[in-house]
């Protein structure tokens, strides 16, 4: 009987520690890419506590040079449109004017806070739904543009397609250039997805929730040889016919549970 009741006793610790034992101290976390244990955490924002961490992101766009991130969007960028609360970062896309733009949404840049070459960044998102939205998760240059790597643009019109593009400066050419490529299948705007890149100097390739979806080979991936930085948005595009002012329902969101960067555990 007492051997029964120690048993009963071990079996009732086992399911409570199960329940609530915090493998992240533990376990390291790994990118959602093939071969997880070649990288080890270099940035993370698990996206906890009550306000956004200034000390990792900005709230304004970091860009160098001429070229504005704005100059095709109809959205002007507000600090009060990002938020964090109930565990998520949250974009916020509202009907009313800011800065000069007929629309309002917001933005997270890690630029002069965390940069990185090469190595893998990925974030789990909910895209934001409904006509002339734009939400995309890339990463790109504090000082100047190209280089950016689009790791997922996603139009509110089509949430079920995810377009990942590649941008360099052709010197020789004397012009900008870009790969682009594509996911379909999954609405990325009605659940949360996670979309990954690795990024080396022999390859730049793409994934949507651990399964690699598409990728540029060496001659393209060496183009790229400057750190570049985290940059979250949703755009909104006033014009043409997928205009947001058919939507209904202001204000929408572009939801993110965490962003992550990774770093080579033995160097490239």
């Known amino acids: ?14 399911t409570v520690c199960a329940c609530t034992w915090d493998w992240d101290r533990f ?3 790994r990118p959602h890419v ?22 990792k992101w900005n709230t304004t ?3 160098g040079g001429a070229f ?12 009060e449109n990002v938020s964090l609360s109930d565990g998520l970062c949250r974009i916020k896309l509202e009907n009313r004017s800011s800065n000069g733009a007929p629309f309002t949404s917001g933005v997270m840049d890690s630029g002069n806070k965390f940069e990185q070459l090469h190595g893998v960044f ?12 734009r939400s995309t998760f890339l990463l790109s240059s504090s000082d100047t543009w190209p280089p950016q790597i689009d790791v997922a643009r996603v139009s509110g019109g089509n949430t079920r397609r995810a377009g990942h593009v590649v941008w360099w400066h052709d010197a020789q050419a004397g012009s900008d250039a870009n790969v682009q490529l594509s ?16 990024w080396t100097p022999d390859e730049i390739a793409f994934y949507v929730d651990g399964l690699r979806t598409n990728g540029v080979a060496r001659s393209t991936a060496a183009k790229l040889t400057t750190p570049l930085k985290f940059e979250l948005t949703a755009h909104i595009v006033g014009d043409g016919s997928d205009k947001p002012e058919t ?22």
């Not at 204000?251 to 160097?267: C, E, L, N, Q, T």
């Open 68 to 79: 504005r991130k704005q100059s095709w969007s109809d959205a002007g960028m507000a600090d």
């Open 183 to 198: 996911t379909e299948g999954s609405d990325f705007g009605e659940d949360f997805h996670v979309f990954s890149v690795v």
């Open 122 to 133: 990925e974030a789990r998102v909910k895209m934001a739904r409904g006509a002339g939205f």
């Open 247 to 268: 939507n209904t329902g202001w204000p929408y969101f572009m939801s993110i549970d965490w962003v992550r960067a990774f770093k080579p555990a033995d160097g490239l």
């Open 61 to 63: 766009f970091v860009q």
């Open 34 to 55: 093939t071969d997880p244990r070649r990288w080890v955490l270099a940035f993370d924002e698990e996206c906890n506590g009550t306000s956004i961490d200034r000390t």
């Open 1 to 14: 009987m007492q051997r029964a009741r120690l048993l009963l006793l071990a079996a009732i610790v086992a």
């Open 27 to 29: 376990e390291p976390r």
